[in-house]
């Protein structure tokens, strides 16, 4: 594939190359803070959504259009694969994934079985209709690593202790570690499943490892996240890798062997750098929350993101997560705005 775009200031920001202006796009730009979202998705459930091609295609163009971001991403969910691997589970609005049937013992592995590019035809479909459309911007594709896959699995839906998930994870070493080997499987045929149709990066969210303590995350989900990056290093495409609360993690999610590490809103740009090391790109952080505050203090607080992204050898302004529902659409813009004015080399 050609379309890697590697030109574009997202692609070069992602590789530590000099750019024009620091890159900005933002985690759920898709999605209900655009009234033009609510208006499409009325009366079609969020999986069904993500299996039409053609309202694949409009959704993720929507930002684009409204905001003028460096990057599309392709509007889809990290329970996607999951489904085509055979979980019967749902996208409940206000909450989240919910699975009908837990993943919990060894027979229960034997419902979630490898996927191949046939099983996510549609999401292939959906990468070419976009490249087609995007022209210069680049499209971002993602998919769920092992660890943030496997919580839901395991407790059936959202969590805040994750019980299920450690109890395995400690009291069945073995089971635990063959559960995030299937993921992996999964997740690395989803994303080059993407890669090979035509997406110019990708992103591997590990949402909810900052659960847990640097010494778990090495041991029962580093190896995991790992194999997933490094088997799409071959194919050159740039590879960014984000959690939430992972402050303590940075240095670990780093070594996991992603070009770009996003960071949440907790940690400053230059302090996160200092951790990753000077290698690798950064992606962040401004609170999502901000937005909710008054211009002047958005500006400020854009202007303190761009000052410390200016540590590491390249930044991608985004969100220290995503865009929450009530997010006024016209805040973004105009940081969009402000960030290619601010940061104009
Ligand atoms: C943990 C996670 C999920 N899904 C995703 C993650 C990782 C990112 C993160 O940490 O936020 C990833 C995701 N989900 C969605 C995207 C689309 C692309 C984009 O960022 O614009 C992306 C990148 C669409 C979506 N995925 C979902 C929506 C909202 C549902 C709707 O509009 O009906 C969208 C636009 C549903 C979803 N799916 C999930 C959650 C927690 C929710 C929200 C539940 C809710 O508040 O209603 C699981």
Redesign the pocket.
């Known amino acids: 594939m050609t379309s890697v775009l590697n030109d574009s200031p997202f692609v070069r920001a992602c590789r530590g190359q000099d750019v024009p202006h620091t890159p900005v796009w933002f985690?759920?730009?898709?999605?209900?803070s655009l009234p033009e979202y609510r208006k499409i998705?009325e009366g079609i459930g969020?999986l069904e959504s993500c299996r039409r091609p053609e309202l694949v295609t409009e959704i993720t163009l929507q930002p684009v259009r409204r905001h003028g971001v460096d990057a599309a991403?392709?509007?889809?969910?990290?329970?996607v694969p999951i489904a085509a691997a055979g979980v019967d589970l749902d996208?409940v609005?206000?909450?989240?994934?919910v699975v009908a049937d837990p993943i919990r013992t060894e027979k229960d592995l034997d419902r979630l079985r490898p996927i191949t590019a046939d099983d996510v035809s549609f999401v292939a479909e959906s990468v070419r209709l976009l490249v087609g459309e995007l022209g210069a911007t680049p499209l971002i594709g993602?998919a769920?690593a092992p660890f943030?896959l496997a919580s839901y699995l395991i407790e059936g839906g959202?969590s805040r202790t994750y019980t299920k998930t450690k109890a395995m994870m400690y009291g069945e070493p073995g089971l635990w570690h063959a559960l995030l080997t299937r993921l992996s499987g999964i997740t690395l045929a989803f994303l080059r499943t993407q890669i090979e149709a035509g997406v110019s990066t990708v992103q591997l969210?590990d949402?909810w490892a900052g659960a847990l303590s640097e010494a778990d995350y090495r041991e029962y989900v580093l190896p995991h996240s790992r194999e997933v990056l490094a088997g799409l290093s071959a194919t050159g495409v740039p590879r960014i890798h984000f959690g939430?609360g992972t402050a303590v993690l940075l240095k670990a999610m780093g070594e996991a062997g992603a070009d770009v590490v996003g960071v949440d809103w907790r940690t400053p740009l230059d302090q996160a750098t200092q951790l990753i090391g000077p290698r690798r790109a950064v992606q962040g952080n401004l609170d999502p929350a901000v937005l909710f505050a008054s211009w002047d203090v958005v500006e400020r607080e854009a202007r303190r993101v761009l000052d410390q992204g200016r540590a590491a050898p390249g930044h991608i302004f985004n969100l220290g997560?995503?865009v929450l529902p009530d997010t006024d659409p016209a805040m973004l813009t105009r940081l969009v705005e402000l960030v290619h004015k601010v940061s104009a080399r």
Request: avoid cysteine; aromatic fraction near 10%; glycine fraction near 16%.
């Open positions: 985690m759920r730009q898709a999605g209900r998705r969020m991403v392709l509007y889809s969910d990290i329970v996208i609005p206000g909450t989240g994934p993602f769920g943030t959202p969210f949402s939430v997560h995503g």
